[in-house]
């Protein structure tokens, strides 16, 4: 039987995935390299989100943890809100709260949905629910656009960075700010080969290490461990 491919996950995952990578010779190693606080119960914070409870906003969602930072909060009864997302992990939590008639468009990243706001005509202010550290992509197109964003801060992402002493033959990175925790104490070796969830994460690796790097069309981590799966299956070959 041939070696088995390690791989580390920069973020933990679901038995099923790493029973998924076994069936295909590989061995997943998972550690968190960043923690999500909801800051949501903060008297400054929740009083912004009380009161776009009571309006009929357009609301943008990138992240699944600003969902449920919004919608798990004890108040929450369901607004009327017209809602653009992020697919696959933020359009799945949307669902728990809203039917599928409240999303008026959905994107692979912030960059295509930024276009779907601005394709919207009736669309002049926005209400952005985001983490301390989001990107800039998609306020700054919206602004260039004329389209009035009101940021509203749910949750803070705290890196939690750890050495590792094993060499892994890929690494699965799913944010600029697990990049960043990973490469403020680790470096690899150039034969290990960097899969990234999308182009602003690959983006961040970019700035760390010339490795190669795989990115992964989809925003989830399913798709991404499927092209590490993929890509190590094909050399193999």
Same mark, same amino acid.
């Given at each position: 039987?041939?070696?088995?491919i390690s791989i580390l996950s920069t973020m933990p995952l679901e038995q099923s995935l790493l029973n998924k990578a076994?069936?295909?010779?590989?061995?997943?190693?998972?550690?968190?390299?960043?923690?999500?606080?909801?800051?949501?119960?903060?008297?400054?914070?929740?009083?912004?989100?009380?009161?776009?409870?009571?309006?009929?906003?357009?609301?943008?969602?990138?992240?699944?943890?600003?969902?449920?930072?919004?919608?798990?909060?004890?108040?929450?009864?369901?607004?009327?809100?017209?809602?653009?997302?992020? =697919?696959?992990?933020?359009?799945?939590?949307?669902?728990?709260?809203?039917?599928?008639?409240?999303?008026?468009?959905?994107?692979?990243?912030?960059?295509?949905?930024?276009?779907?706001?601005?394709?919207?005509?009736?669309?002049?202010?926005?209400?952005?629910?985001?983490?301390?550290?989001?990107?800039?992509?998609?306020?700054?197109?919206?602004?260039?656009?004329?389209?009035?964003?009101?940021?509203?801060?749910?949750?803070?992402?705290? =890196?939690?960075?750890?050495?590792?002493?094993?060499?892994?033959?890929?690494?699965?990175?799913?944010?600029?700010?697990?990049?960043?925790?990973?490469?403020?104490?680790?470096?690899?070796?150039?034969?290990?080969?960097?899969?990234?969830?999308?182009?602003?994460?690959?983006?961040?690796?970019?700035?760390?290490?010339?490795?190669?790097?795989?990115?992964c069309p989809t925003p989830s981590k399913e798709a991404l461990l499927d092209e590490a799966i993929n890509y190590f299956?094909?050399?193999?070959?």
């Amino acid at each position: 039987m041939s070696n088995k491919i390690s791989i580390l996950s920069t973020m933990p995952l679901e038995q099923s995935l790493l029973n998924k990578a076994l069936d295909h010779n590989i061995v997943l190693n998972t550690m968190a390299f960043i923690q999500v606080i909801d800051i949501s119960d903060e008297t400054e914070v929740w009083e912004k989100i009380s009161a776009a409870y009571q309006q009929n906003a357009t609301v943008v969602f990138t992240s699944a943890s600003a969902v449920f930072a919004v919608c798990e909060h004890p108040s929450f009864v369901r607004p009327d809100w017209k809602i653009f997302c992020i =697919e696959k992990a933020t359009k799945k939590a949307v669902l728990q709260y809203f039917d599928e008639s409240y999303i008026s468009g959905s994107a692979k990243d912030s960059d295509e949905l930024a276009g779907k706001i601005k394709e919207s005509a009736d669309v002049k202010e926005v209400i952005f629910f985001c983490g301390d550290k989001r990107m800039d992509t998609l306020p700054s197109i919206l602004l260039r656009s004329g389209i009035i964003t009101k940021e509203i801060v749910v949750y803070k992402t705290v =890196e939690q960075p750890t050495f590792i002493e094993k060499e892994h033959n890929g690494i699965l990175f799913y944010s600029p700010s697990g990049v960043s925790s990973f490469f403020s104490m680790n470096t690899t070796s150039p034969e290990t080969v960097l899969f990234a969830i999308g182009n602003t994460t690959a983006a961040a690796i970019k700035l760390e290490t010339d490795n190669k790097i795989v990115v992964c069309p989809t925003p989830s981590k399913e798709a991404l461990l499927d092209e590490a799966i993929n890509y190590f299956n094909n050399t193999k070959k």
